[in-house]
């Protein structure tokens, strides 16, 4: 659904002749309600549980794609808000309901580390599919036939809420907000490993958001021409490799521990946007190094969630998500109005904050191998 709204980008929002400023003022808006409004949605989850924010989910891009239909073009500013809060709950909300549901059926842990690779496998692979389905669907005629995504929208949106809602039976919650304050308090706040965990998440978040606002501008720099919906599969294509290479890892006996393999990915990631941001390339060397960096994201992704099991107990697992990228969120909303608005940075220096972002995520990584794995987590299942 996310992939065949956006399949198209800016070019739908020029078409409809919406500004750069709108264009701006619209990813501003986006992430201000990612951030004042989104970082609430996971202590929400935890407490009225995963399926009502699942149906949240649809019912957002549900409401975006009608309005598509129904107007030609909705309110950028609204369509922005509605697709950042379901792009907020994407990212937290379906692995909390995996992992809550694979720990009811008591899986062993084997089982959950299998699913968290296959998430970011199918996620990335769902984004190529939705590509070539937005293109069958529009088949050069974008007069005429720029709305069928929406319609193609709707039909997945209706789907998702009958399979939600019927074939998806969720146990009442039972926890009352005071106690959920009280494990949030001990797991999260008074936890310093969490912490660490968390300051890893929002650089990584960071440095991928910075990635695709960057990366198109930086390969045609110059005037270059080159087809970038040719380069984007390919950057899919590698976190795809990198996701499986999570599988080959903890399925073969390794001295490296997870927060290990972490340590590398994001100094290898760091290296990688040191050399975009400081050294003018040739598109070859840039689309080798973009690949890289995915491949990274792809490894770093389903190990993030492999220690987020291991430190944090699943009944404020949604809340810590949440509340680990807003700094992520922050600090975009005021690159964008510092860059897009006074031109106050340029791209290289916000590269740079990624690298120097990641490069800080390598050493939590390695702070946190050194405190070693949480007394309260049950393993027992291993």
């Given at each position: ?7 198209f980008g800016?070019?739908e929002?020029v ?12 990813l ?7 951030l004042?409004?989104?970082t ?6 935890d ?6 924010v699942?149906l949240l ?21 609204l ?7 379901a ?6 909300n379906f ?9 009811k059926l008591?899986q ?12 970011t ?8 599919g939705?590509q ?7 088949s050069?005629?974008e ?13 997945m949106a209706?789907?998702?809420l009958?399979?939600?809602s019927r074939?998806w039976?969720?146990?009442p919650?039972?926890?009352?907000f005071?106690?959920?304050q ?8 008074g ?15 960071f440095s ?36 499986t ?7 073969v ?6 927060d ?9 990631m ?6 975009v941001a ?22 770093v ?5 492999r ?9 404020v697992?949604?809340g ?5 990228i807003?700094p ?10 510092q860059?897009c608005?006074y031109?106050?940075?340029?791209n ?35």
């Amino acid at each position: 659904m996310e992939g065949l709204l956006a399949v198209f980008g800016e070019y739908e929002l020029v078409y409809h002749g919406v500004s750069r400023e709108q264009m701006v003022i619209s990813l501003c808006i986006g992430y201000a309600a990612a951030l004042f409004v989104g970082t609430f949605l996971g202590m929400l989850s935890d407490l009225i549980g995963q399926r009502k924010v699942c149906l949240l989910f649809c019912l957002l891009h549900l409401f975006v794609a009608i309005w598509r239909m129904v107007t030609g073009h909705p309110s950028v500013w609204l369509a922005s808000i509605c697709l950042s809060l379901a792009s907020t709950i994407f990212f937290f909300n379906f692995e909390t309901w995996m992992v809550v549901e694979h720990d009811k059926l008591e899986q062993r842990q084997d089982s959950v580390n299998d699913m968290f690779w296959l998430m970011t496998f199918l996620q990335s692979a769902s984004f190529i599919g939705s590509q070539v389905v937005g293109n069958w669907l529009i088949s050069g005629h974008e007069k005429t036939n720029l709305l069928a995504p929406s319609s193609a929208v709707v039909i997945m949106a209706f789907s998702a809420l009958a399979y939600v809602s019927r074939g998806w039976k969720e146990d009442p919650k039972s926890i009352t907000f005071k106690d959920y304050q009280t494990k949030f308090r001990t797991y999260i706040v008074g936890d310093k490993r969490v912490w660490l965990l968390s300051w890893t998440q929002a650089t990584v978040h960071f440095s991928v958001a910075v990635f695709w606002f960057i990366w198109a501008p930086t390969v045609v720099a110059d005037g270059r021409e080159v087809f970038l919906g040719l380069i984007y599969p390919c950057l899919l294509g590698a976190k795809m490799l990198g996701s499986t290479a999570f599988a080959w890892f903890f399925s073969v006996p390794l001295s490296l521990r997870t927060d290990e393999c972490l340590v590398y990915a994001c100094l290898i990631m760091g290296f990688v946007t040191s050399i975009v941001a400081f050294d003018y390339q040739d598109i070859e060397i840039l689309v080798m190094l973009f690949c890289i960096f995915h491949a990274c994201v792809g490894l770093v992704l389903p190990s993030l969630a492999r220690l987020r099991t291991m430190y944090v107990p699943n009944e404020v697992r949604g809340g810590m998500m949440c509340l680990s990228i807003a700094p992520s969120n922050a600090l975009m909303l005021f690159l964008l109005i510092q860059a897009c608005f006074y031109q106050n940075i340029e791209n290289s220096t916000i590269i740079a904050m990624a690298a120097l972002g990641l490069f800080s995520a390598a050493g939590c990584l390695y702070m946190l191998k050194r405190l070693g794995k949480q007394p309260h987590q049950n393993w027992h299942k291993l």
